[in-house]
């Protein structure tokens, strides 16, 4: 599943970033959910933005939950269908 999410700081910066596959396995093991039932929530979405922003980071992330405060908004730019749940055709 391609997710990209734009997130606005307290401060108004924003920074987009693609939640990639080392993203949902972390997601995963702290949700114990897998990503091919996934319907995601606000706490979802902050733990999926936060653990791309920490990988692609050049400079120390604070905690998750002090994290969390200095984000003012996060949307979703883009979602795709997740390709394991793909349904394969007879044809």
């Known amino acids: 599943m391609k997710l990209q999410l734009n ?4 401060n108004n910066e924003q ?3 693609t939640v990639q596959a080392s993203d949902w396995r972390k997601w995963e093991m702290e ?4 990503m091919t039932s996934a319907e995601l929530g606000m706490t979802d979405l902050l733990l999926l933005a936060y653990t791309s922003v920490k990988r692609t980071s050049e400079k120390p992330v604070k905690p998750i939950d002090a994290w969390c405060d200095t984000v003012a908004d996060l949307e979703v730019i883009e979602a795709t269908a997740n390709p394991t749940s793909a349904v394969v055709s007879d044809d």
Do not use: D, P
């Open 7 to 10: 997130i606005t700081y307290n």
């Open 15 to 17: 920074v987009q970033v």
């Open 31 to 34: 949700t114990k959910q897998k």
